[in-house]
């Protein structure tokens, strides 16, 4: 069956560390989103992406990157992990049209 | 995107039929209502989608009004796993602006 992935599932990291997370999907999707989620907010898009080479900077993208080489996989990179990154992260995906977002599993990520 | 207004929490009894509001007065022609919801440390599921008429899936139905100002999720027989956060969102493009959500209870 298709499926997003995310990878690790914990990540324990120090300040200043660069860090990587995975995003896998199977779907073919052109469409591909980072989010975060910290206690009692909604989610946030960091950095979305609608097909191999394009990326584009979100509402809370400071301190992160993304690049995509493949229809399959966005990594979120944070260049210089801060203890205001600790928190969630959820990747997802949707078609060209768009209609439906697919969400992985999250990353629980704790900077310190 | 345009904002949405949805009830912080809300209970519903087992069994019984969960009606979430949702208040979008500034949405635009060609922006759709989404709903989606998370279970807890989940990430979130689309539940349905509307642009103006009423919809229904194996999941829920959505309400829109005519005016399209507000609509209205229905769990038609909710259960306990349907206990969760629910998000009301209106976008007219693939991105997806997650404000608080309802937290639904769901009772024995």
């Known amino acids: 069956d298709a499926e997003i992935t995310q990878s690790p599932r914990h990540k324990i990291t120090e300040t200043g560390r660069q860090v990587t997370l995975a995003c896998h999907q199977t779907?073919?999707?052109?469409?591909m989103f980072w989010y975060r989620q910290d206690l009692g907010h909604g989610l946030r898009l960091i950095h979305y992406?609608?097909?191999?080479?394009?990326?584009n900077k979100g509402e809370v993208s400071d301190g992160y990157s993304v690049s995509r080489s493949n229809t399959e996989d966005l990594p979120l990179t944070l260049e210089s992990a801060a203890s205001s990154q600790t928190s969630v992260y959820f990747c997802?995906?949707?078609?060209?049209?768009?209609?439906?977002?697919?969400f992985g599993p999250g990353t629980r990520l704790l900077v310190l | 995107d345009a904002k949405t207004t949805q009830p912080t929490s809300m209970d519903c009894a087992e069994g019984r039929a969960a009606n979430l509001p949702c208040n979008h007065s500034?949405?635009?022609?060609?922006?759709?209502v989404y709903w989606y919801r998370q279970i807890h440390s989940q990430g979130p599921q689309y539940i349905i989608h509307?642009?103006?008429n009423n919809e229904t899936n194996e999941m829920a139905s959505l309400i829109i009004t005519e005016d399209r100002k507000s609509s209205t999720l229905i769990l038609p027989h909710a259960t306990l796993r349907d206990t969760a956060v629910y998000y009301c969102?209106?976008?007219?493009?693939?991105?997806?602006?997650f404000g608080a959500g309802t937290t639904v209870t769901v009772r024995a």
């Open positions: 997802a995906s949707s078609s060209h049209r768009g209609e439906t977002q697919y």
């Open positions: 779907w073919n999707h052109n469409n």
């Open positions: 992406s609608y097909g191999v080479q394009d990326t």
């Open positions: 500034t949405i635009s022609g060609n922006e759709y």
């Open positions: 509307g642009l103006k």
């Open positions: 969102i209106v976008t007219d493009d693939y991105k997806l602006s």
